[in-house]
């Protein structure tokens, strides 16, 4: 198994903190700026630079802040998260208390995904036996830094991997977004200072604080920093979580070298960051896997959740599976998501094949895809049809099977 | 801060929304889930603009200026997003042959066909939904509630938490199946409703309206054995017309009278009459209270909305609440009794219709505690439809008198339909009862006007007491809790569950908004200034029923026939 970056510590008998460690050392602002200098970027999705996210954090003078580890992972297809906690769940924490230190937090949740039943239980145990060794608790490593993280079990929403949902599940609301703004680094939850990060940029961040230098500066490109968990699954001999340098490999060579190649006949497309991302088909992806390179093909690396599927599949009851899903985990606040995901899953349900689907259906699908994106309420409505209309634009080829 | 809306500039302070932006540079940005006396929504997208440099189009309703900021309001490409949001909006309403336009409560005032017509809807591309059929909550006295016609725009759960600290209202489940309810499904009807109908105002849609008793109305007056009298509450005679498209506040009363004896009620008499009979009976009731050490502050019991809020949320303060039925109550009693004896009729002949802002009286009059005293209640609204059907152009029909003698009323009975009315009237009559003088100001100002929570402190003979006027059950428990907590004092103590009063009542013309209720209220005191009598205890026909029938106020007869009790729903 390759062994990069963050999977380093894999297998380790004692897990030495090493990065809370540095981090302590140092005043909260240096580990703000050597996170910023890093150009880590948010690998639950959305990308944005952790290091901007964390200096407005820090910047904020409330005496109440809270820390927020996003592990719902609900985004089908990406199983890194959950790699990282039932594998490396001290690093997964060790980042958690890393940010509260950098933004000046004593407070902190992972909210993880309610099905995860064995992380659930592994990150509980964890947390039980960190109390006891100090790593978390009062005079974390005998500083006089305190810091109490507590696990929330998500309930089954797709939507609560928002952040603002997610925040509002926490409190015991609907899982549904909050208007922004305020951001929740101005006021989150109950009402207070709440940065929310992914698992993976916390581990990514504790991993970073390891070294003396700084070892993302020497990965991957300008603007795709460091390494990424890649999860494959769909239609390779080998799915799995695969660590990745940005930039160093092509969505080719993954497919082909670590998941061992398309099972089942040729590629017929990839979805590169989960059903939120547009499909590439075999001509699109030959291009090295970043953030930059994949926008360019107006799709993504999103959450890194990898879909493989090949030529001898389906294709239109792909996109019906993905348009039930959407149709189903809207959380019904904003019209254009609610009633755009039902009418898209009802067109796409009223024909047997996918060249069965008249222009004007068609036309609609765009029309509509056009709306959503420019106002729906968040950005997983935003993103909901992408997937689906890729497919229909790409592959509706008249193929048989489809 | 300058920004610039579709190419000008205008300069505004921070901190206002682009929607309000808008409106002050004579833009109006149509809106299906905004109002402005709610906490904003941002969920039906409806009000999206274009703003310079960003990627998406932002909410108008929830979206600041900047400065420098560049706002589109109906660029091309706003355009074509409000189309297709409204397209998807009509396609999920799943219209059909049962669930259309042409049968709808709303079909005159609907929002969606305003909206959609504002927007330039021209051509429906997306078919209506197929939705299973969902069933009509029928449970409750006073509303129904039709989910297929809901949108889903979380007015009225606002308005029922934020408005009125009722919350019956929620929204239940996700994605397609989202949809606003009450407790665990159980009905508006078995849940802490006040049925103050403040929802129906809100509503967009068809997807709240009144439970109809209009056949039942119908029905009655072709009876021939049948002895229908009408009553018509205050606030009734200064919005009717907005159902013929008159100006909010235009004063019909003549014009209705005449419209319901075309109708063809027997009689047209006046709830303003007995709510002179209420001031006498609950003055009294105050006058003994006070003289008597008994139970203070005393609450107002008019409204039934109010009455439900206490017993459900407040029991401990049953005994606060006047014993006297509300007026509506009161004057169908009198009419079983005094007026059939009088006219030798056979009570159980006579049907008491009453026409009503409310429709909280549906359920009032629905109580066991009070039942037989009325046996249908119209809304405004229903008796706009009612006119309608029988090709009535009311504001055409020269105006009438009412009858006699139940039609006769003080100034003083007509301001019981704005809030601080029925504290005023009381007021004029308890002043000149206790100290034996006539009053020389008769207008209460302090008591008037829109404000949720007025106070007024009124010397009468050597004594201070201590008023307060509340409207809106939100500012209800508000000053309950202020009462329980012991930071407030007071002797007497007017509540209406509605904002504004009755003439912002959930059974009022739509729309009923701030402005409109204004309009109202101005008339209101109008036919006070002009009224012959403008004290209660003055009204010759009120004197004359003491005179032959009930003795005096609060005497063994009135207990009997005009008081009531009251239930703990805790």
């Not at chain 1, 059903?275 to 030959?286: K, M, N, Q, R, S």
């Amino acid at each position: 198994m390759e062994k990069i970056f963050l999977k380093n510590d894999l297998g380790l008998d004692k897990y030495p903190f090493k990065g809370l460690r540095n981090a302590l050392k140092g005043s909260p602002e240096d580990v703000v700026q050597k996170i910023k200098e890093s150009g880590l970027r948010g690998r639950g999705g959305a990308g944005f630079p952790a290091g901007i996210k964390w200096e407005y954090a820090n910047s904020i003078d409330n005496e109440i802040k809270f820390v927020i580890c996003n592990a719902d992972e609900g985004e089908p297809g990406t199983f890194k998260d959950r790699f990282l906690m039932e594998n490396l769940p001290e690093k997964v924490i060790e980042g958690i208390i890393i940010c509260a230190y950098a933004v000046k937090s004593n407070y902190g949740y992972i909210y993880i995904r309610g099905e995860y039943e064995k992380a659930i239980k592994i990150i509980k145990n964890k947390i039980k036996d960190l109390y006891k060794s100090n790593v978390l608790g009062r005079n974390i490593l005998g500083t006089e830094f305190n810091f109490d993280l507590k696990v929330i079990r998500g309930a089954g929403a797709y939507v609560c991997g928002d952040e603002t949902s997610l925040i509002n599940s926490i409190e015991g609301e609907r899982g549904r977004s909050r208007i922004k703004p305020p951001l929740p680094i101005e006021k989150g939850l109950y009402g207070y200072p709440t940065i929310v990060n992914n698992v993976e940029t916390l581990s990514a961040a504790a991993e970073i604080m390891k070294y003396d230098d700084n070892p993302y500066l020497k990965m991957g490109t300008e603007k795709s920093r460091g390494t990424k968990l890649v999860s494959i699954s769909g239609d390779v001999n080998q799915p799995g979580v695969y660590e990745v340098e940005l930039g160093k490999i092509t969505i080719k060579n993954i497919i082909e070298d670590l998941a061992g190649g398309v099972s089942n006949g040729e590629l017929g497309f990839v979805i590169p960051g989960g059903v939120a991302t547009e499909a590439l088909g075999p001509d699109e992806i030959d291009v090295p896997y970043t953030y930059e390179n994949l926008m360019e093909l107006n799709s993504g690396i999103g959450s890194g959740g990898m879909i493989v599927v090949s030529n001898k599949r389906n294709y239109f009851e792909i996109i019906k599976n993905v348009s039930n899903f959407f149709k189903n985990e809207t959380c019904g606040t904003c019209f254009p998501c609610r009633e755009a995901n039902r009418n898209i899953n009802a067109l796409l349900n009223h024909n047997k094949l996918m060249s069965d689907l008249t222009s004007e259906q068609i036309e609609i699908i765009t029309e509509i895809k056009e709306t959503i994106g420019y106002a729906s309420r968040c950005g997983f409505g935003q993103a909901s049809v992408n997937f689906i209309l890729s497919v229909l634009e790409k592959f509706n080829d008249g193929r048989v099977n489809s | 801060m300058k920004i610039k809306i579709n190419g000008r500039e205008y300069t505004y302070e921070d901190n206002i929304t682009i929607f309000e932006a808008a409106r002050r540079s004579h833009i109006k940005i149509p809106t299906l889930c905004y109002n402005q006396k709610l906490q904003p929504y941002g969920s039906c997208r409806i009000c999206s603009v274009e703003v310079k440099d960003r990627r998406t189009l932002m909410p108008a309703c929830v979206t600041k200026i900047e400065d420098n900021m560049e706002i589109f309001t109906h660029s091309q490409k706003v355009r074509r997003v409000r189309k297709m949001i409204m397209e998807l909006i009509i396609a999920s309403h799943g219209i059909t042959c049962n669930l259309n336009c042409l049968n709808c409560s709303r079909a005159t005032s609907c929002e969606i066909r305003n909206v959609a017509a504002e927007i330039g809807i021209d051509k429906l591309r997306i078919h209506p939904m197929e939705e299973q059929i969902k069933p009509i909550d029928e449970s409750s006295f006073s509303i129904v509630r039709e989910p297929q016609k809901c949108i889903v725009c979380n007015r009225c759960v606002r308005k029922c938490s934020e408005v009125q600290g009722v919350d019956i209202l929620t929204i239940a489940n996700k994605g397609p199946e989202t949809h606003v309810t009450t407790f665990l499904d159980k009905g508006m009807g078995n849940v802490d409703c006040t049925n103050c109908g403040q929802c129906i105002l809100e509503c967009p849609t068809g997807a709240l309206h009144e439970v109809y008793h209009i056949d039942q109305v119908w029905k009655a007056i072709e009876d021939e054995e049948k002895y229908v009298v009408v009553q018509t509450a205050p606030a009734v005679r200064v919005a009717i017309g907005e159902e013929f498209g008159a100006n909010a506040g235009e004063i019909e009363t003549g014009q209705m009278v005449a419209g319901l004896r075309l109708l063809g009620f027997d009689k047209v008499f006046d709830t303003n009459f007995s709510a002179d009979l209420t001031i006498l009976e609950e003055g009294t009731e105050f006058i003994g209270r006070v003289k008597n050490n008994g139970v203070l502050p005393l609450f107002t019991s008019c409204s039934p909305g109010w009455i439900k809020f206490l017993e459900h949320n407040y029991p401990e303060f049953i005994p606060n609440l006047s014993t006297c039925k509300s007026p509506q109550q009161m004057f169908g009693a009198i009419v079983k009794s005094y007026y059939a004896e009088k006219n030798n009729i056979d009570p159980k002949n006579i049907v008491v219709v009453s026409v009503m802002p409310c429709v909280a009286k549906k359920f009032e009059r629905s109580r066991p505690e009070m039942k037989g005293d009325v046996d249908y209640v119209l809304t405004t609204r229903e008796l706009g439809k009612m006119f309608k059907q029988a090709g009535i152009n009311l504001r055409e029909v020269p105006p009438e008198m009412y009858d006699d003698p139940l039609g006769e009323s003080s100034g003083a009975a007509v301001i019981f339909g704005a809030t601080g009315g029925v504290m005023e009237a009381a007021l004029r009559t308890a002043y000149e009862v206790l100290t034996g003088h006539n009053l020389e100001k008769l207008d209460f100002h302090e008591v008037r006007g829109i404000i949720g929570v007025k106070e007024a402190e009124i010397t009468i003979g050597n004594k201070e007491i201590k008023v307060a006027v509340v409207n809106g059950l939100g500012n209800a428990k508000k000053v309950l809790e202020m009462i329980k907590k012991k930071e407030k004092e007071y002797h007497f103590i007017e509540f209406m569950a509605c904002p504004g009063g009755c003439i912002g009542g959930g059974g009022q013309p739509i729309p009923t908004n701030e402005d409109t209720v204004i309009e109202r209220m101005t008339s209101i005191y109008d036919i006070d200034m002009m009224s012959k009598y403008r004290k209660s205890h003055e009204n010759p026909s009120v004197k004359l029923l003491y005179k032959e029938f009930l003795g005096e106020p609060n005497s063994e007869k009135a207990h009997h026939l005009l008081h009531t009790t009251y239930t703990a729903r805790k």
